[in-house]
């Protein structure tokens, strides 16, 4: 089930969206929720967490799948955090039950769960050198000193700390620190492994390269890994599934490309990435297609991915990403989906270019262009009047 | 220019300790080394500083190592130093017992609440320390409010005898020094990060065990410091034995005060109050090693 590597074919097809086609390549072919037999590993059932007046977490059911990595993504305040820390055992649900591998968590210590937690401040013992910091959960558990000596030395190795083992945290750096706090939280093999924001002390390039690090960790020890995050970088990266949040519930649930090609809220869409969307007016509907007629004066025709809620005359958001327009000087031949503005800002990031283009009707719409050559024969330069088009496959309705 | 200044900044601290603190510490350690008379100074030799060199080489050479001997012999003073560190050490131990649970209700009380919390610690200082003292002799006498609350409570039938006895003593200084003790334990408990204790929770251990290998082990320093401060002061107390202890209780501040001023023998008062730094040195530098240490780890 957990093949090494990467796989070029995604094999799902949401079963409620039965016309949409392959969303792009996945970290892994590992899909147990598709599998309706497959039992959740964690399962949250009707879970609300108060303080006070406050609602953390709202009346929350998720399941959760053995060797998952599963990461909560939202604003801070969204009650990801809270989920991870009722998960760990620090806080009781008000209301609802969380199992884990079947078995109810209710009441059960931090002690006694078999769960582990790395911490956002990564928690290190100062007064103790990393060698006792990865030792103390195994020294808890009562194994035998030869053996506890032979298991730090292979998390030490794994980490590649081994020069490090007599420092004390303060004489580590950052990254360091991070794969001490790592080593010490897996070196118990928790059954559950809970990262909250497990790279978010890092700098840039350490974080993209501990992303790959935390990844092949994961499926070398074949653990479960639920991890909290603000970045949605991070997120679509390590994750075979993101849960994105807002004000303590669960907006939609999928896989980094669901999330991002399939949003199912304007929340989602525009959390995830940049989007630009407009409101229109749903003129037509088929099974195949809906056509909206934009506020900002041009018909849009987009694939239709949702056969219900939306009906003919009704408002609705359509969305669609910048990398998914084109922009040309030559008016495209397709009355639809195309529409002309006004350059407006442009930014170089060299990868891409980003234009900025101000529509007739004031709007703002980006649009990303791949650098794909070095040179370009006719840039489009500030003031120019330019095209906006794109497939009817790029962007998404959603309901209002 | 700069570096006048930078001298002069430095060199003030320096010009203050030596005045206020080396040069009566000299006096009183040359008086320690002289003899009593019936005078005014009542000491001998003074410094006849009119015959030059050779009155002071004359001065010198009548000091006398007799009172460190008489101190040492008389079973009197040794008792005093011993019952005096007793007291102390017992003390300090009782303050530290209400100290820390005080000082952790406060560290892990609700943000906006601290400060208020913080004032009543403070609040006992704005009244004068001999007064609160006072105060404890109206509580804690045999018709005092104490007994009198008991005993129309029903709990006791006889009033307690406390006062003028060492338990007054203990009650004194725990009522007295917990402040010194609360505030450095509350400052490093208040630091701590909380998450120590949740990972040391999350990696196995009870919240008992989690206490004592994570939050004591961290608030050391604050322990450390909080001891010294009660243990330093205590041992020298006066007034608190003075006042409460009645005539059983030895402690050497007492001792000191009969001789300087019942016997008048100031040679003999100066010895025990340099005997008593000297005993004093020991914690002072054991606390100050365990300042630098805590300072270095907080490096």
């Given at each position: ?8 074919s ?11 086609k ?7 072919s ?39 990595f599963y ?5 801070s305040?969204?009650g ?16 609802g ?33 990393v060698r ?11 194994i035998?000193?030869?053996?506890i ?5 292979a ?71 639920m ?40 929340y ?27 506020n ?16 003919k ?7 669609i ?30 990868d891409m ?6 529509l ?6 980006r ?34 | ?57 004359q ?38 017992a ?9 560290a892990?009380s ?21 007064i609160r ?22 709990i006791?039938?006889?009033?307690l ?10 009650i004194?200084?725990?009522y ?18 909380y ?15 989690a ?8 608030a ?12 330093i ?42 005997i008593?730094?000297?005993i ?7 606390f100050q090693?365990?300042?630098?240490r805590a300072?270095?780890a907080?490096?």
């Open positions: 089930m957990t093949v090494r590597g990467f796989s070029f995604a094999p799902f097809f949401k079963p409620d969206v039965p016309f949409m392959s969303l792009g390549s996945t970290r892994r590992f899909t147990p929720w598709l599998d309706a037999d497959a039992k959740p590993y964690i399962s949250f059932q009707n879970v609300t967490k108060k303080f006070g007046d406050f609602v953390a977490v709202d009346n929350l059911t998720l399941n959760i799948y053995e060797r998952e990461s909560l993504l939202g604003p305040g969204c990801k955090t809270t989920l991870l820390r009722m998960l760990a055992g620090f806080e009781e649900p008000s209301s039950e969380i199992f884990l591998d079947g078995v109810s968590l209710k009441g059960v210590p931090p002690h006694k769960r078999p769960v582990n937690m790395m911490f956002q401040s990564y928690a290190l013992f100062p007064h103790m050198s006792d910091n990865i030792a103390f959960g195994l020294k808890q558990a009562g035998a000193k030869a053996q000596t032979e298991r730090v030395d998390i030490l190795k794994l980490v590649k700390l081994e020069e490090f083992a007599k420092r004390k945290p303060d004489q580590l750096s950052g990254g360091q620190r991070q794969r001490v706090a790592l080593a010490r939280s897996v070196v118990l093999r928790p059954k559950l492994l809970l990262l909250d924001e497990p790279l978010g002390a890092l700098d840039k390039k350490l974080r993209e390269e501990t992303q790959f690090e935390l990844m092949d960790l994961q499926q070398d020890l074949g653990l479960t890994f991890i909290v995050t603000h970045d949605q970088e991070e997120a679509m990266t390590m994750s075979d599934r993101i849960a994105v949040m807002d004000k303590g519930t669960v907006i939609q649930t999928g896989t980094p490309a669901e999330i991002y090609e399939a949003p199912n809220s304007r989602v869409a525009d959390f995830i990435g940049t989007v630009n969307t407009f409101e229109g007016k749903v003129v037509e509907k088929t099974d195949k297609m809906t056509t909206l007629l934009g900002d004066g041009f018909t849009i025709e987009a694939v239709t991915t949702d056969r219900s809620a939306l009906t005359d009704k408002m609705a958001w359509f969305s990403r910048p990398e998914k327009i084109k922009v040309s000087r030559k008016k495209p031949e397709k009355q639809t989906n195309a529409v002309e503005g006004e350059i407006w800002d442009i930014g170089y990031l060299g270019t980003l234009f900025n283009v101000k007739d009707s004031g709007t703002i719409m649009a990303s262009v791949l650098n794909a050559k070095r040179t370009v024969d006719d840039p489009i330069g500030y003031e120019d009047r330019v095209w906006l088009s794109f497939d009817p496959d790029a962007g998404i309705v959603l309901e209002r | 220019m700069g570096s006048f200044f930078k001298r002069i900044t430095i060199g003030l601290p320096y010009f203050w300790l030596c005045i206020l603190f080396l040069l009566p510490f000299l006096i009183v350690l040359r008086v320690a080394f002289s003899e009593p008379v019936l005078a005014m100074p009542p000491f001998a030799p003074q410094f006849d500083l009119s015959e030059g060199w050779q009155g002071f080489v001065s010198v050479s009548q000091f006398t190592t007799y009172n460190f001997q008489f101190v040492f012999e008389d079973s009197l003073y040794t008792n005093a130093y011993l019952s005096s560190l007793r007291i102390a050490l017992i003390s300090t131990l009782l303050t530290l209400i100290g820390f649970p005080l000082a952790y209700g406060m892990r609700p943000m906006t609440i601290r400060p208020i919390l913080l004032m009543l610690v403070i609040l006992p200082f704005w009244t004068s320390f001999l003292v006072y105060a404890w002799i109206g509580i804690l006498k045999p018709e005092g409010l104490m007994n009198q609350f008991l005993m129309s409570v029903g006791i039938s006889t009033p005898r406390i006062y003028n006895t060492e338990i007054a003593v203990y004194g200084i725990v007295s020094y917990l402040p010194f003790m609360v505030l450095p334990i509350y400052a490093t408990l208040e630091k701590m990060d998450s120590f204790v949740e990972a040391a929770r999350d990696l196995g251990c009870s919240s008992i065990g206490f004592w290998k994570i939050t004591a082990r961290l050391l320093p604050g322990v450390l410091a909080g001891c010294f401060l009660v243990f002061p205590a041992i020298g107390e006066f007034v608190i034995p003075e006042l409460l202890g009645g005539s059983q209780t030895l402690m050497i501040g007492k001792t000191l005060w009969s001789e300087f001023f019942n016997n008048r023998d100031w040679p003999v008062a100066s010895t025990v109050a340099i008593l730094l000297a004093l040195v020991v914690p002072i530098v054991l090693n365990a300042q630098a300072t270095e907080n490096r």
